[in-house]
Structures are given as structure tokens and as C-alpha cells.
């Protein structure tokens, strides 16, 4: 097992050497990488709204902005197919603006449009807070299976369950203050005003959020490598029952 993959004694004070804490720091970036997409799930999260306001400030035509918008994202799906490349962003991506194309044609709003984005947004930050309260934060849900802890840090990383509740907060708060702005703006701003707004906060509160989760796990102890363990006990019995049917 690597340094990685040890469960850390909690109650020692003892620091890592500098490249284990060089190797903590390079898995926590891959996996933060991994779990929320990295540049291309930004690029897909970003793309169909950006489209569907810039024709629509040129336009104002509610149809050609919504089948626009909707396109690039069904593209934008195809693209990681041929690929063979994981969907998982991308599709979430078609299905949020597929509610918001409803949405929009239902109302004949255009801001409608971006108005499933907000409530699931709103629903996000809660679940942060509500969970890191409750003692199990979402944010370790999500990430416990891409460091392959799964959630061993529940129960025998009390450091990791700190760092996990500590990024869930700020995940919720960060969500909840562009909630703030953003609520507001659909109430006054006109669409145009209040999709260029919405735009220009897609990125920075989710790097902000995804930069504190870093330096909290940066700091943490590091992951229990769950599945290692498993392998390594299925070959131990294996072990046992060869030695027992040893003559």
C-alpha cells in the first residue's frame, strides 16, 4: 500500500514527508479534476446558456435561443460519445436545459429559461448544509468513491470527516450568497440584464467553492484506500484456504 492508501493515526503529530504531502496534494487535484468535470464540464456547463442569451440579446427570439441552446448541449453530449469519454456532465447538462426550455416555452418567459438552474441550485446549497449538520456531508458522498474511501471517512478518519463537513459548508454558503443575487435579479432586471448576470456567475463560485475543497483536503489526513483493503483481505483468506487444503 502507498502512503495513501494507510490509515493515518489521528493522534500523533507527526507530518509527512515532503512528497507525501506533494503526492496528497496532486491526488486531491486529480480527483477534485475527476469529480467535477474540469475545464470541459465548465465549458458544458457554461456553453448553451451563453449561447441561448447572446441570441436573445441580438433577437430577442425566445425559439431560436431555447432550440440553440438545446442543440449545443445535445452537441456537446455527442462529442464525449465519440470520445468514449465519461457523460456524465454533459448529460446533466442536456437535461438542465431541457427543463429550461420548457419552462421558457411554457411561460413564453425567457428568463424562465434559467429558472429550473436557480431552484436546483438552491436545492444544492441546502442539501450541503442540511447534510454537513446532519454528520454525513454531501461533499464526501461525492468524493468518497472518486478517492476510493468510499465512506470509511464516517467512522475512521475523523480528520477527512472534518475537511468533508468544512467544504460542505462552504459549498452551501457560496451557493446560497449567489442564490441571493441571483432571485433578486429574476424578480427586477430584464432578461437580457439578468443572463448576462447569471453567466458571469457560472464560474467563480464554483472555482471558489472547488479551491477551499483543495486546501481542506490538502490538509486533511489522508484516505483510507477501502478497496485495497478488500483485495488485500480476499488474498490473505485465499491464502488461509490454500494453506488449509495443503496436505
Not at 495513501?4 to 486529480?30: F, I, M, N, W, Y
Not at 424562465?112 to 444544492?124: A, H, N
Not at 464516517?154 to 480528520?159: A, I, K, L, V, Y
Request: aromatic content about 12%; proline content about 5%.
Amino acid at each position: 500500500m502507498t502512503s495513501l492508501d494507510k490509515p493515518t493515526d489521528h493522534g500523533t503529530t507527526d507530518q509527512g514527508s515532503p512528497d507525501q504531502d506533494s503526492d496528497s496534494r496532486a491526488v486531491t487535484e486529480a480527483a477534485l479534476f475527476e469529480a467535477f468535470g474540469g475545464v470541459r464540464g465548465m465549458v458544458e456547463t457554461v456553453a448553451p446558456g451563453l449561447l441561448f442569451v447572446t441570441i436573445f440579446t441580438i433577437n430577442k427570439d425566445l425559439h431560436m435561443s431555447a432550440i440553440a441552446a438545446l442543440a449545443v448541449s445535445l452537441v456537446l453530449v455527442v462529442v464525449r460519445l465519440v470520445m468514449k469519454d465519461t457523460v456524465k456532465h454533459a448529460f446533466s447538462g442536456v437535461f438542465g436545459v431541457a427543463f429550461g426550455v420548457v419552462f421558457a416555452m411554457m411561460t413564453g418567459n425567457a428568463k424562465d429559461f434559467y429558472l429550473p438552474g436557480m431552484l436546483y441550485t438552491l436545492g444544492l446549497a441546502l442539501a450541503y448544509i442540511i447534510t454537513a449538520l446532519a454528520g454525513v456531508p454531501l461533499i464526501g458522498l461525492i468524493l468518497g468513491p472518486v478517492f476510493k474511501e468510499n465512506l470509511s471517512w464516517r467512522t475512521r478518519n475523523p480528520g477527512r470527516k472534518k475537511a468533508y463537513t468544512k467544504a460542505s459548508w462552504a459549498w452551501g454558503l457560496i451557493l446560497l450568497a449567489k442564490c441571493a443575487i441571483l432571485f433578486p435579479l429574476y424578480w427586477w432586471a430584464d432578461t437580457t440584464q439578468f443572463g448576462w448576470v447569471l453567466i458571469a456567475l457560472k464560474i467563480p463560485p464554483f472555482l471558489l467553492a472547488v479551491w477551499l475543497t483543495w486546501v481542506f483536503l490538502a490538509k486533511a489526513p489522508a484516505p483510507i484506500d477501502v478497496f485495497a483493503e478488500m483485495e488485500a483481505a480476499e488474498k490473505a483468506e485465499k491464502e488461509r484456504e490454500a494453506e488449509r487444503r495443503a496436505p
